[in-house]
């Protein structure tokens, strides 16, 4: 009888770490569970883009505006403001470009982070029309999910798209 508890005990305890294990995983994969992916526009084999009025917003609005991509942009609000998204990626190494529109010099950057890259501070190169702001370079070790986001840096900027381009 007394084996017979203990193993019972053995059996109980663990279903108990299963559980747990289960909940770790689920927490440690909530960066990126739950986020919204993107529809991929493909321009050529090498070259993507996905549209930030379809990602994950935190306190932003979505806006018309004629000649953006997707007939939209987001603004962010203020420094709570965020956009992510997770697009799937191949293995291997990209450059990422955000298009935004930047009112004025006083209202044109963002910060983004790129999968594990560091959070950097870009704007688009001139204002008053959707242009690219300067490359980021990914590295994909495998494939599978990249988490991107865009977090408030300045006011009124209009966030079009990201795009991707596979580079050797
Ligand atoms: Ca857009």
Request: aromatic content about 8%; some cysteine.
């Amino acid at each position: 009888m007394e084996k017979k508890n203990s193993c019972a005990g053995a059996g109980f305890s663990t279903i108990l770490w299963g559980v747990l294990a289960i909940l770790v995983v689920a927490l440690m994969g909530s960066g990126c569970a739950g986020l919204m992916k993107p529809r991929i526009h493909r321009v050529t084999e090498d070259v993507f883009f996905v549209e930030v009025e379809e990602f994950t917003l935190t306190n932003a609005k979505v806006q018309e505006l004629d000649n953006a991509s997707g007939g939209k942009v987001v603004v962010l609000q203020d420094d709570t403001s965020r956009a992510e998204a997770t697009v799937q990626l191949s293995k291997g190494n990209y450059q990422v470009t955000v298009y935004a529109l930047g009112p004025s010099s006083e209202e044109d950057a963002f910060y983004l982070t790129a999968g594990e890259q560091w959070e950097e501070r870009l704007w688009p190169t001139w204002t008053g029309e959707i242009l690219p702001a300067p490359d980021v370079s990914l590295t994909q070790q495998a494939d599978g999910p990249c988490k991107i986001v865009i977090r408030f840096a300045e006011p009124n900027v209009q966030l079009d798209r990201v795009e991707f381009k596979r580079v050797p």
